[in-house]
């Protein structure tokens, strides 16, 4: 039996610098959930874990260079224009692409790093639920009082 980490994955690094402030609001004990995806059809098996401001972090376990953010915001799919059953449009889709799932940490397909600042995040909001389905490149993501599920297309 192996006596040490198979695999360590820096999620929170962007927060050290607000370590006191989250230890003060007691952000410090909340518990974000990893969930593990299935046999998964395209390249690998993903790790997937939530954090602040309705981000959710999505890691190749073959590539952990590979890692895609994303933000479970019902205001991203607000624009989004999908065709109902009588073939005029509505806003909204219950099921989100969110693209190739282990795009390079570049953010190509999803938020940089870089770019997530500490300051301006609304750490009230959290995902600190989800789950893969499987044996489908699917996930759902519970954020505030919203289902957010999500497809490879």
């Known amino acids: 039996m192996e006596s040490h980490p198979v695999q360590t994955i820096n999620v929170h690094d962007y927060l050290r ?3 006191c402030d989250l230890y003060e609001n007691d952000c410090i ?4 959930e990893v969930s593990i995806s299935g046999d998964s059809t395209t390249g690998g098996i993903k790790a997937m874990t939530g954090s602040y401001n309705n981000y959710f972090h ?3 376990t073959q590539e952990p260079s590979y890692e895609t953010i994303l933000q479970a915001d019902k205001n991203a799919f607000r624009a ?3 065709p109902n059953a009588f073939g005029n449009t509505s806003n909204g889709n219950a099921v989100s692409s969110i693209g190739r799932v282990g795009v390079p940490k570049d953010g190509k397909n999803g938020i940089k790093k870089d770019d997530i600042n500490p300051d301006t995040m609304d750490y009230g909001r959290k995902i600190l639920h989800s789950s893969w389905h499987p044996r489908e490149d699917t996930l759902a993501v519970a954020a505030t009082n919203n289902l957010f599920i999500f497809t490879y297309y």
């Open 58 to 60: 999505i890691y190749n």
């Open 17 to 19: 610098p607000k370590l």
């Open 29 to 32: 004990f909340d518990k974000f």
């Open 80 to 82: 989004l224009k999908v």
